[in-house]
Every structure is written in C-alpha cells, then in structure tokens.
C-alpha cells in the first residue's frame, strides 16, 4: 500500500509529489475464508452469466498439454489446427507457425469448455494466410531458431543449436528451396513481424479474414467440436519438430 505527501506547486495540478511509503499486501487464501456476502450477493447476478458462457464443454482432451520451447505437445495441436483451417479459407497452407508468448495457458486432461480456450487463446488474434520465398522462411527459421523454438506445423524439420543459431530446415522431408513460394498459416499478429519474426514483413498475398468468427479461438474450438461429434478426443504429441543439438 501507498501514500504521498502533496503540497502546491506552480504545475497545472496544483500539487507535487513530496515523498512517499509502501508496503505489501499478501493476497492468498485468507481473503476466501470469509467471504463477503454483500459482494457476494452483487456479483451473483454476473457470476451466472459468465458461467453461462465460459462452461459449455467444446471438446476433450486426451491429456494434459501446455506450451514450451522448442516444442509442446499444445503448440503442435495449435499449428496443426491452423494448417486444417485453411480449407475453410480456400487454402492449402505449406505450414504454419503459432508463437509461443500467445499460447496463455493450457489444457488438462478431460472436458475442455469455452472458457478453457479462451484462457490458452485470449487475444483477438485472427488467422492469416501469406507467402514467403524459401530465402525468407530459411530466414523466418532462423528467428525462430534464435527465440528457442516457436510453434510449427507437421512436417517442419528444424535443427538449432543451444545458443540459438539454424543448423538445417527441412519441409516434409526436403530442403527449403530459396527460390520457391511457401504458403503459410499464422496469426495476424505474426504476420505482422511481431515477437521478432521479422521475415514476415516480406510476406505477399495476404489473406487476412477481418471478421470475429476468424478469431483464432473459434477455429480452435471448431476442431474440437468436429471431433467430438465424431467421439473423438484432442490428442497431440511431440515428435522432434525442432531438435536442439
């Protein structure tokens, strides 16, 4: 906790900041033992409408995944999800890339709801569909090398080193052409260059949906509703997409 001093001054305010004093507050389950009723009741009224929204199960888990470098079960179920998407889009995206810092939590084992996907995708990022040349992507993977591993897509290959530097980038078992054109499914907020992938600034024919059905979070929770209407649960699995050596 803060206090200050204030005194006049010949600022706009009228007052200048003279000194101040803080403290610490614990906050921990000592505020839970004995609720307030008064706002307890308040919030009753909003607590049944946000449950109402957040608990309606979109999916199962087959097991627990979370986000982690250079790669996680989560973040090869995201990018494989995205690469799935594109047919709603009219794409066939060569791979994608999901970046780490977006993935905010992650799923247990069982009943995945609304509010579940929400926590792992909160941001109103929207898919994205653009095009690299093979120089760019070879580029693209060493800014992926150099962050510790990004998310990628089934079929990428990638080896880095412990400090950060591309030992080789491979695409469904082959080389990265230079010269080729590589269809790739990310974020708008990656395509953008955003958390240093800044190859994508060289990206052409964006496809960029604007709409918020585009928004990442109801593809995620599209694929799981198809899944579970052909009682299957979400399943993923790590498989040495990027080997650090």
Request: charge should be neutral; charged fraction near 25%; aromatic fraction near 8%.
């Amino acid at each position: 906790m803060a206090s200050a001093a204030l005194l006049p001054s010949s600022c706009s305010t009228g007052y200048e900041v003279t000194g101040f004093e803080r403290s610490r507050i614990l906050i921990d389950s000592t505020y839970d033992t004995a609720a307030d009723k008064a706002v307890a009741g308040f919030m009753k009224p909003y607590k049944r409408q946000v449950d109402s929204i957040m608990s309606p199960v979109v999916g199962i888990s087959a097991e627990y995944m979370a986000a982690d470098r250079p790669e996680s079960n989560l973040s090869n179920l995201l990018t494989d999800i995205l690469v799935w998407a594109g047919k709603d889009y009219g794409e066939r995206p060569d791979f994608a890339v999901y970046n780490i810092g977006g993935i905010r939590s992650a799923f247990a084992k069982g009943k995945v709801t609304y509010g579940d996907v929400l926590d792992v995708a909160p941001f109103e990022n929207k898919i994205c569909f653009v095009t690299l040349t093979g120089a760019k992507v070879k580029e693209l993977f060493a800014q992926i090398a150099a962050a510790g591993g990004e998310g990628v897509s089934h079929g990428v290959e990638l080896v880095i080193t412990k400090d950060g530097r591309l030992k080789s980038a491979r695409l469904d078992g082959r080389e990265i052409d230079p010269e080729a054109r590589y269809r790739i499914a990310t974020l708008d907020f990656v395509a953008q260059g955003n958390d240093n992938m800044t190859a994508f600034k060289s990206a052409t024919d964006v496809n960029s949906p604007a709409g918020k059905d585009n928004n990442v979070r109801f593809i995620i929770m599209k694929y799981m509703q198809e899944k579970m209407k052909q009682g299957m649960s979400v399943s993923s699995k790590t498989e040495r997409r990027i080997k650090v050596e």
